[in-house]
């Protein structure tokens, strides 16, 4: 068959180092699918990234034709079938959460232009760089001429985290563990649901709630984990989540590709334009989503209980004066 062409940002970054070799061998696009490889980082990390692309040739993967390092936005933008941007700046000590939005909306502007002038228009596009939801709106935003639709940003991470924990608690395998949500920002104010979310107990199905039997924690301490989990693993190891990030980046594209399993809805952040859960249009905002025909579609009609009402505000309430920020460094960028 004919290459698809993937670009991944930030590919001399720990992500991208845990991410790469999962897609030239196939994990996500198939093991008959060859692919061209576009690897974009800055200038500074060329050197590194010419190590990155040695190790790829040194895997000797059948599905990979060829590897493209670039610091170069028209040379990494070409033809792209699809782009994972996962390089961002990263926030530095003492550094407030307004600076480093400044900071990405110049980068994410300056990508979503290359897409719109070099890329195909069915191009689908995922953003992984922090503050991931508003980073993708704004390159979005700066690429007109690509459908909305065709952005998603990751909250593919959390929700792996949300069932993890639900698994882990009721000592069955995250397999068994199914339609938990992810609400709203990629941060602190994110909201894990698990009202909808359905677990395997010794080969039948029941609600979260019901096999937990744990109220309090589930509205508690289970809710906390799962926001503050970034936060615990850099603790730990000193550096941030790239294992699994780079696990959430490959479900997240995989789903996209061949769409999500029949019964089942996963977590992304999407344009909020026509959903029916009273979160403000033109936001990037996390839904649970069902994907057929690489195209999404919001699962509807489930029942939004007050405490989830709450929480769901609060992340749309932070996703707006997101936005207002970035437009406005948007309009003098």
């Known amino acids: 068959g004919e290459p698809i062409r993937v670009l991944v940002t930030g590919a001399a970054g720990q992500i991208a180092y845990s991410l790469l070799y999962s897609i030239a061998k196939g994990d996500v696009f198939g093991k008959e699918q060859p692919l061209v490889l576009v690897l974009l980082d800055i200038t500074p990390m060329m050197t590194v990234l010419e190590g990155v692309v040695m190790e790829l040739q040194d895997c000797a993967l059948p599905l990979l034709r060829e590897v493209i390092p670039t610091d170069k936005e028209e040379v990494a933008f070409k033809d792209l079938d699809i782009a994972i941007l996962v390089g961002s700046m990263p926030r530095r000590e003492g550094m407030e959460r307004k600076d480093l939005l400044k900071a990405n909306v110049k980068i994410f502007k300056s990508q979503g232009a290359a897409l719109d002038k070099y890329a195909r228009k069915t191009v689908k596009v995922v953003v992984v760089g922090n503050p991931a939801n508003t980073n993708c709106l704004i390159a979005s935003k700066s690429a007109p001429s690509i459908p909305k639709e065709n952005f998603s940003c990751l909250t593919r991470l959390d929700h792996n985290r949300a069932k993890?924990?639900?698994?882990?608690k009721l000592g069955v395998t995250a397999n068994d563990v199914k339609n938990v949500i992810i609400w709203g920002n990629h941060s602190s104010?994110?909201?894990?649901?698990?009202?909808?979310?359905k677990v395997n107990v010794k080969g039948k199905e029941v609600g979260v709630y019901e096999a937990i039997k744990d109220d309090s924690w589930l509205k508690g301490d289970f809710i906390l984990t799962v926001q503050q989990r970034g936060a615990a693993v850099?603790?730990?190891?000193?550096?941030?989540?790239?294992?699994s990030a780079a696990k959430a980046i490959c479900d997240h594209v995989r789903d996209i590709w061949f769409g999500t399993p029949v019964g089942e809805f996963v977590s992304m952040g999407v344009i909020s334009d026509g959903n029916s859960y009273g979160v403000p249009e033109d936001l990037l905002y996390s839904f649970p989503v069902v994907i057929k025909d690489k195209t999404w579609k919001f699962v509807e009609g489930l029942p939004i209980?007050?405490?989830s009402r709450e929480k769901m505000d609060l992340t749309a309430?932070?996703?707006?004066?997101?936005?207002?920020?970035a437009v406005e460094f948007l309009s003098s960028a």
């Not at 993890?164 to 882990?168: D, N, R, T, Y």
């Not at 104010?189 to 979310?197: E, G, K, R, S």
């Not at 850099?234 to 294992?243: C, F, Q, T, W």
């Open 164 to 168: 993890s924990q639900i698994a882990l």
């Open 189 to 197: 104010t994110q909201y894990p649901d698990v009202n909808h979310a």
């Open 234 to 243: 850099i603790k730990a190891r000193k550096l941030s989540s790239a294992m």
């Open 305 to 307: 209980n007050d405490f």
């Open 317 to 325: 309430k932070e996703l707006t004066e997101e936005k207002e920020t």
